[in-house]
């Protein structure tokens, strides 16, 4: 179906989103929407006949792991709540570890690459029809930004891509930022990934804004989209006309304005570059799905983890990888996830002030995250009073207070050590409290 130019509705643009002129359609991140309800933006868009398609971001399908029928049925109710004509995920492992890695389960809190081996395209495929199975429309999977190679890789993406095409039928969501980043950070050139694509089975295309820093580039979605991504875009039209195009920001919302001149430059792109070219794609020989997926599901876990591992909880750089790029994936992911944690908890880095982001870049160095950023703030809260900190005695009692409200009068798994600590802190706090506003009065 047509699609049209669209933008990813998100709850902090959703008025802009209602009032830009143009808008064919709209992406909404699965995870983010009630299972029973819709924001009324959303409401409102679907009752003027606006396209919303659902956007899953936590199935992990790359990973070892069979996927989780309770999330694919959670993904299937929000197409069903949408009414959704295809829902799309990304070719992205995002968890690790367990039973059948023999080690810790971790959470990335980020999508990370699926090595291009035969093995992982094995289980790929096989996690791609079982969601497939699952879900009541078409799905279509998105290539992702990397900062990483996976030693020993034998297929490109292109190839990868295609071959995934191939057994399955799935449909392609190309993202032309992240070959963008891929191009920068791993040297993979766009041109020669959109020749080796089926780009007839193409869904709809993902436009973003990053920086380049220290000559990586960062998908970040909270910046314009540049030139050398629109250079992509025209690169995929030159192919193919693919049947939508979409605007994607997830955070440093600019004005409306802004969106909409950066919405009138993709639609100009789209236009100087609608005569198609011929090319030849190549494609790699089919070498056939094995009869079972067994063992390259368990060779997979065990590289998947031990990269996960390295990542999130200080674990030393498997062998074949850049242990200096590891350290700036491993570094973005810990700021990223201090962001989140600061959107969930605002209250955390009002009690902490500018000393918040430093704080929780040394609470989350080989620490993993929790089950979930509330209460991944949780445990950093925990760690900063067992530790005694803050030293402002004011901000320390409000942090204890805050954490006694959210924790409970008997929360899970804490320490009887903590439970002294945070009393203590609090009794410390409410006499030097006293004492000082005696003085005062």
Known sequence: MRLGVGIGWRPEIADAVEALEGVEWAEAVAENLCADHLPDSLVRLRARGVTVVPHGVALGLGGAERPDPRRLADLAARVELLGAPLVTEHVAFVRAGGPAAGSSALEAGHLLPVPRTWDALDVLCENVRIAQDALPVPLALENIAALVNW???????????????????????????????????????PATALDELPVEAIAYVHVAGGVE????????????????????????????DPPGVLLERDDDFPPAEELAGELAMIRKTLEAARHPRRSAPTRTAAAGARATTDGARE??????????????????????????????????????????VAKVAPELPEILGTGYRAAFLRYAEGRPPASGYRRDALAFAEHLLIAGEPADTAARLRLTHWWQERAGARPPRRTTRFVR???????TSTTALGASSGGNR
């Open 151 to 189: 030693p020993d890789e034998e297929l490109t993406e292109g190839q990868f891509l295609a071959e995934l095409v191939e057994r399955t039928g799935v449909r392609l969501l190309i993202d032309v930022a992240n070959l963008h980043t891929n191009h920068v950070n791993r040297g993979e050139d």
């Open 213 to 240: 820093k220290d000559g990586v580039w960062h998908d970040t979605h909270a910046h314009p989209v540049t030139a050398p991504v629109l250079d992509v875009l025209s690169e995929l039209r030159s192919r193919v």
């Open 299 to 340: 060779r997979l876990a065990g590289a998947q983890s031990g990269l996960l591992a390295s990542l999130v909880a200080g674990a030393p750089v498997p062998a074949g990888f850049d242990a200096e790029r590891l350290g700036v994936q491993s570094r973005a992911l810990a700021a990223k996830r201090a962001g989140i």
């Open 421 to 427: 600590a945070a009393r203590a802190a609090l009794v």
